[in-house]
């Protein structure tokens, strides 16, 4: 076996292990590792399965607080028979970590990183991801509407829950890229 298989091998692994707890960030993990190699069809169809999954039920681990509704809904995704590891995968949703200098981190994230672990907010990294795509893919109409969609959710769903700097950041790096250095800064 040559040693760039073992390696792949030895990703798809430990990312596999990711999909059985939180199964929405291990996804992540998993079209990470696909944009990096720049398999960018791949990536925009495991997004888009993994946005079918994210619903607004979904409760979010990042949260310091859960309100008794979020509670409620939490309550009508699961039920008693269910094990902790279908709890998770079905009912909650929690960061996509890189570890510092993780080979999954995608090249345009690596400048905001620094030396610290960063945990990015699920939607974030979905939208960052498809927009990234789009960008290489030169799909303009496609990269507008994930910015767009990047936007709105850095405004209106996940800012306020974790990050709100980061989330910034990457809706920064997507305005650059598109040659919008005005919104950018």
Request: net charge positive; proline share 3%; aromatic share 12%.
């Amino acid at each position: 076996m040559n040693k760039t298989y073992m390696i792949h091998n030895c990703y798809h692994r430990h990312l596999q292990d990711g999909l059985k707890t939180d199964a929405v960030s291990g996804w992540l993990l998993y079209a990470s590792f696909y944009y990096v190699t720049g398999q960018y069809n791949v990536t925009l169809r495991l997004i888009h399965y993994i946005l079918s999954r994210c619903t607004p039920n979904m409760l979010f681990m990042g949260s310091n607080i859960y309100t008794e509704d979020c509670l409620k809904i939490y309550r009508q995704n699961v039920h008693s028979t269910m094990t902790l590891n279908n709890r998770m995968k079905i009912a909650t949703v929690d960061c996509v970590m890189y570890l510092k200098d993780s080979s999954l981190i995608p090249t345009e994230l690596k400048l905001t990183q620094g030396d610290v672990t960063i945990f990015v907010p699920p939607f974030t990294m979905s939208h960052f991801l498809r927009f990234l795509c789009y960008h290489h893919l030169g799909d303009i109409p496609n990269r507008r509407h994930a910015i767009r969609d990047l936007k709105y959710t850095v405004e209106e769903k996940e800012c306020m829950a974790y990050s709100p700097h980061l989330n910034f950041g990457i809706l920064g790096i997507c305005y650059e890229l598109s040659g919008n250095n005005y919104k950018a800064s």
